[in-house]
């Protein structure tokens, strides 16, 4: 099971934390990944980091603007987000997948586990 926390209602250029706890003994075993999707479109990737924490893979179209991290011993991966737009509004999902960081994989098909989802909305 995952569980994400951290979302809320911020205003354009604030920064927010997300964070999603694993409750299996065998996240060290998962690449972990964010997705999002905003009202009206498509589930997209947003970050990804595999089970070492020592690789991470983040779309173009993210703009440097979103961190991925990850704390084994805590079973919990992170995703920091800085300078938030409106357009990030969306819901955000946590995702875990054996292959997650593997090129092809980096999509919904890498994923064999999903969170709930935590809504973020930014405006003024």
């Known amino acids: 099971q995952l569980v994400e926390t951290g979302g809320g209602f911020v205003q354009p250029g604030d920064s927010l934390r997300l964070s999603c706890v694993a409750s299996?003994?065998?996240?060290?075993?998962?690449?972990m990944g964010w997705f999002r999707r905003a009202p009206g479109k498509e589930r997209e990737l947003i970050a990804i980091?595999?089970?070492?924490?020592?690789?991470?893979y983040y779309p173009d179209y993210t703009t440097g603007r979103f961190t991925i991290s990850r704390d084994n011993a805590k079973n919990t991966v992170y995703l920091q987000m800085n300078n938030l737009a409106p357009e990030d509004t969306a819901v955000y999902f946590c995702?875990?997948?054996?292959?997650?960081?593997?090129?092809?994989?980096?999509?919904?098909?890498?994923?064999?586990?999903w969170g709930q989802g935590t809504q973020v909305t930014v405006s003024s």
């Open positions: 980091i595999d089970r070492n924490g020592e690789s991470t």
């Open positions: 995702a875990a997948g054996t292959l997650l960081i593997k090129p092809w994989y980096r999509n919904e098909r890498g994923v064999d586990r």
């Open positions: 299996e003994r065998t996240f060290i075993t998962y690449d």
